[in-house]
C-alpha cells in the first residue's frame, strides 16, 4: 500500500461493532467475509503501524443512535483499535432498516442471487437506501483530503460512487461489488427507474470490480442494454466520464489458516471433535443462514446418500454448522425452521441412541474452532445456489497442511473458477450430490494429495494481498483513462495556439467527419448534403498546398463523390472500406459481405416493429437509423437489434457498431482509424487535425500523433485532446485557419 496517500474503505459494516453497556462502549470484533478480507489485506499491508497521516480510514455503519454517536465523538472517545481511522456512520434506525434489511437485503440481494420471487420492490425502501448512501456521503466530505484514494465495497452502497465523483470529479474512485450481479434479463425486473440510478450509481466509480468474468459481462451487458452507454473493451464511456470494468475475484490470507494447522489449541479441538465423531467420517459444511446457500437441497442429498448407500448409515457425520445472519427477516426466520425440520427428519429415519447422521449448531465459531473443523474433515460440503465467490471453500483448502480432505463444490460458485480441484456440483441434483460424496469418500489419499496440492497453489499465488494490490494498481490506470477521456473544452486560448502552430506549419492533415461535424444531423440521412458556404469553405482549405484535407465519413462512396467531389479533398468512405484522393478513382478491395442479405432482413423487420427507422444500404455496410422514431422506442428497438447482431456476430465475420442513433453492420478489419494511420503513412503531416462527433471518430483520436490537436464534437468523455460544443463551432475554427494568412507572404508584404 502506497505510503504517500491514504485508502479510504467503505462498507456497510466496520470492522468493529459497538454496544453499550452501563454507559461505557464496548469494542468487539465484526464478522463477514468482507471484513475479514478487507481486514487481512490490511493488516498485512501496512506492516508496522503507520503514522496517523497514513493510517487507512474505514468508513461504515455503526449500531449507535446519531445523538449518542455525536456525543462521543465529541468527547474524543476512540472506536478503535489503532489500526484504522474509523469513521462511523450513524443511520436513523428508520433508515437503517429500510435500508439494509429492506432495499438491501430483500430487494437486491435476491434477484442478484436469482430469487426474483422473492424480491419486494417497495418505494419506500429505495428511498431510505438513497438517503442512507447521502448519509455515507455526507461522512466521506469531512474525511476526504488530497491524495486519497476512495474503495467502496457492496450493494448496500451502490448509489455512493456517482455522489461522491459528484462532489470531487477528480477523485479515485472503486467500487467492489462482492455478490453476483445478475444477467440482463434479471436485473431489468427492477423498476426503470431504480435499474438507472443503480448503473450510474457505480459508474461513478472509476474502477468497478466484480467477483469473476461472467458478472462483469454482465453489467457491461446491462449498461449497454438500459443506458446505451459506448463500450470500448472494458471501458464504458459515459455522459461525463469513463468507467473500467474487470473482474477481480476475492480471496484470502491462506498462511493465517495454514500456520493454525500446528497451534497447540487448534489441535486440542481437533483431537476432542474427533473423540466425539468416534473415528466416524466427517461431512463439513459451514454457511451463514441464507436460503442462497443451498442448505436444504444440501441435506436432501445427503439423506438421499444415505439411501442409496445403506453400509455408509452409522459410519458417517454430517457437522453442519450455520451461522446466525438476518433474523429479523422473515424469510430467514423461515429458513431456519425449515432446516431444523429437515436435520431433525434425517435424525430420526437414520440415527439411533449412539449415533447421529445430522450435528447441526446454529452458532458463530472462533478462528481456532473453525480450523480446527475445517482440519477434521474428510469431506467439504459447499453447495451454495449462486455466490459471488464464497470464501469458505478457500479456507479450508488452505486449513488442509497435511493436503488432505476433498472440497465437493457448487458449479454456481464463484470460487469454482479457480478451485479447479473440487468436486464441482450442480447443488439442485440430489444424484450429483449423492454421487459426490461416495466418491469423496472413497478417494484414494494420492488424489486428494495432488487435488490439494493444485488448489493450494493458487491460494498461494493470489491471495488476499495480491487481490487487493492488483485492484488498486488497476484503479490507477482506470484514473488515467478517466483524466484521457475527460471533457477538456477548446477554450478561445486553446484554439488561438494552434492558429498560431497551423500558420506555421509547413504541411498540414485536416480529417474531416461529416455527420454532426460539418453539419447538422438530419432525420433523413439524405437531408444532410452540405450546403454552397461550406464547400466554399473547404475548397479554400483545400486550395491551400500546405494542406491535405480528407472527408472521413460513414457515408457511401456515390454520396460523398457526388457531395464532395468537386472539390480537391480525400475522401474516405464507409468508415475507411475505400479511399479517393483528389481528382482520383475509389479504391476497390475485396471485403466480404455474404451477411449483408441476412442483414437486411434483419434491419427490415426492425424498420417494421419501429415507425420513423430507416435501413440504408452501402457497399460494404448496412445502417439501420433512428433518429426519425419515437425516442423511447427507438432507444428499446436499438438495444433489442445490438443483442441479436452480437450474437450473429459469432457466426458471420462482421462487426456492429453503434454510431448516434444509428447502428452499422460492416466486415471486421474496417475503420476511419486505419485509413487515417495509412494517410499519414503515404503523406506525413508536420501538424495534424481531426474532428468528428461520433463513436467511430474515436478510432481516428486513437491512432494521431500525441501533438495532434482532435477535437471532439460534443461535451462528451473522448480520447481527442479537447472538445467543442457543436458543428457550428467546427465552421468557426475552420474559418480561422482559412482566414489565417501565410507567413511567407505577410513577410513578403
Not at 22 to 46: C, F, N, Q, W
Not at 64 to 74: E, G, H, P
Not at 731 to 745: E, I
Request: charged share 25%; net charge neutral.
Amino acid at each position: 500500500m502506497k505510503s504517500e496517500n491514504r485508502l479510504i474503505i467503505v462498507s456497510n459494516r466496520l470492522p468493529f461493532r459497538y454496544t453499550e453497556r452501563e454507559g461505557r462502549i464496548i469494542v468487539t470484533p465484526s464478522a463477514g467475509g468482507l471484513v475479514s478480507s478487507i481486514g487481512s489485506y490490511l493488516d498485512k499491508a501496512m506492516g508496522p503501524a503507520p503514522m496517523d497521516h497514513a493510517r487507512p480510514v474505514w468508513v461504515g455503519a455503526t449500531e449507535l443512535r446519531t445523538r449518542r454517536l455525536a456525543k462521543l465523538l465529541a468527547s474524543g472517545a476512540q472506536l478503535d483499535g489503532g489500526r484504522y481511522e474509523v469513521r462511523p456512520v450513524a443511520l436513523p434506525d428508520v433508515t437503517r432498516d429500510r435500508h439494509y434489511n429492506g432495499f438491501s437485503n430483500s430487494t437486491l440481494w435476491p434477484l442478484f442471487h436469482y430469487f426474483p420471487s422473492v424480491a419486494r420492490y417497495e418505494q419506500d425502501w429505495f428511498d431510505h437506501y438513497r438517503v442512507a448512501n447521502q448519509l455515507f456521503l455526507g461522512t466521506l466530505e469531512q474525511t476526504v483530503r488530497p491524495g486519497d484514494r476512495v474503495w467502496i465495497h457492496d450493494y448496500h452502497l451502490m448509489l455512493l460512487p456517482a455522489m461522491l465523483r459528484a462532489r470531487f470529479p477528480d477523485l479515485p474512485i472503486s467500487f467492489f461489488l462482492h455478490i453476483p450481479f445478475p444477467s440482463y434479463e434479471m436485473f431489468r425486473l427492477l423498476p426503470a427507474a431504480w435499474r438507472t440510478e443503480l448503473l450510474e450509481g457505480v459508474l461513478g466509480a472509476d474502477l468497478v470490480g466484480l467477483q469473476t468474468h461472467d458478472h462483469a459481462q454482465y453489467l457491461l451487458k446491462s449498461v449497454q442494454q438500459l443506458l446505451g452507454y459506448e463500450l470500448d473493451l472494458r471501458t464504458v464511456r459515459g455522459r461525463a466520464h469513463s468507467t473500467v470494468v474487470d473482474a477481480f475475484p476475492v480471496s484470502i490470507d491462506p498462511a493465517r489458516f495454514r500456520e493454525a494447522f500446528d497451534d497447540h489449541a487448534v489441535v486440542a479441538e481437533k483431537n476432542l471433535l474427533r473423540r466425539s465423531t468416534m473415528g466416524q467420517r466427517v461431512i463439513l459444511s459451514i454457511d451463514r443462514l441464507d436460503y442462497i446457500k443451498g442448505v436444504l437441497q444440501r441435506l436432501e442429498g445427503y439423506e438421499h446418500f444415505l439411501d442409496t448407500h445403506p453400509e455408509m448409515v452409522g459410519k458417517v457425520t454430517f457437522i453442519l454448522l450455520i451461522v446466525p445472519s438476518r433474523d429479523a427477516i422473515t424469510k430467514y426466520r423461515e429458513l431456519k425452521e425449515g432446516i431444523e425440520a429437515a436435520a431433525g427428519r434425517i435424525n430420526g429415519r437414520f440415527g439411533g441412541v449412539d449415533w447421529q447422521p445430522v450435528v447441526y449448531q446454529y452458532r458463530s465459531v472462533n478462528h481456532k474452532k473453525l480450523c480446527a473443523l475445517y482440519q477434521s474433515a474428510d469431506v467439504a460440503l459447499i453447495t451454495p445456489l449462486r455466490d459471488g465467490m464464497n470464501l469458505v471453500a478457500k479456507e479450508f483448502v488452505a486449513a488442509r497442511k497435511d493436503r488432505r480432505g476433498v472440497l465437493i463444490l457448487s458449479e454456481t460458485a464463484g470460487a469454482a473458477n479457480e478451485l479447479g480441484g473440487a468436486i464441482l456440483i450442480n447443488p439442485t441434483d440430489r444424484d450429483a450430490i449423492a454421487g459426490a460424496l461416495h466418491a469423496a469418500l472413497e478417494m484414494p489419499a494420492e488424489e486428494q494429495s495432488l487435488r490439494m496440492a493444485e488448489m493450494q497453489q493458487r491460494l498461494t499465488r493470489y491471495d488476499v494481498v495480491r487481490w487487493a494490490e492488483d485492484l488498486l494498481d488497476q484503479l490507477d490506470g482506470a484514473v488515467a483513462i478517466r483524466r484521457q477521456l475527460q471533457v477538456k473544452e477548446a477554450t478561445p486560448e486553446v484554439r488561438q495556439t494552434f492558429l498560431s502552430a497551423y500558420a506555421k506549419a509547413r504541411s498540414r492533415w485536416i480529417f474531416l467527419d461529416h455527420d454532426g461535424t460539418l453539419v447538422p444531423f438530419s432525420k433523413r440521412p439524405a437531408d444532410a448534403a452540405p450546403g454552397k458556404p461550406l464547400l466554399a469553405l473547404l475548397g479554400q482549405l483545400a486550395v491551400d498546398p500546405r494542406n491535405a484535407v480528407a472527408i472521413v465519413s460513414g457515408r457511401d462512396r456515390d454520396t460523398l463523390g457526388a457531395w464532395y467531389g468537386s472539390l480537391p479533398v480525400h475522401l474516405i468512405a464507409e468508415h475507411g472500406a475505400y479511399a479517393r484522393p483528389p481528382n482520383g478513382s475509389w479504391s476497390v478491395p475485396d471485403w466480404r459481405t455474404e451477411w449483408k442479405e441476412t442483414v437486411i432482413a434483419l434491419f427490415q423487420q426492425f424498420h417494421d416493429r419501429c415507425p420513423g427507422s430507416l435501413v440504408e444500404e452501402k457497399t460494404t455496410a448496412v445502417a439501420w437509423h433512428y433518429r426519425g422514431a419515437a425516442q423511447d422506442l427507438g432507444f428499446l428497438r436499438s438495444r433489442e437489434l445490438v443483442n441479436v447482431l452480437n450474437d450473429m456476430a459469432r457466426s458471420f465475420d462482421f462487426q456492429v457498431i453503434e454510431g448516434n442513433m444509428v447502428i452499422e453492420v460492416r466486415p471486421r478489419g474496417i475503420d476511419k482509424g486505419t485509413a487515417v494511420r495509412r494517410a499519414l503513412e503515404e503523406r506525413p503531416g508536420e501538424l495534424v487535425m481531426a474532428i468528428g462527433d461520433d463513436r467511430t471518430d474515436e478510432d481516428i483520436f486513437k491512432v494521431l500523433p500525441i501533438d495532434a490537436m482532435s477535437i471532439k464534437v460534443g461535451m462528451v468523455p473522448s480520447f481527442a485532446r479537447y472538445n467543442v460544443r457543436s458543428h457550428e463551432d467546427v465552421l468557426a475554427l475552420l474559418g480561422s485557419l482559412a482566414a489565417t494568412p501565410d507567413p511567407a507572404v505577410v513577410m513578403a508584404v
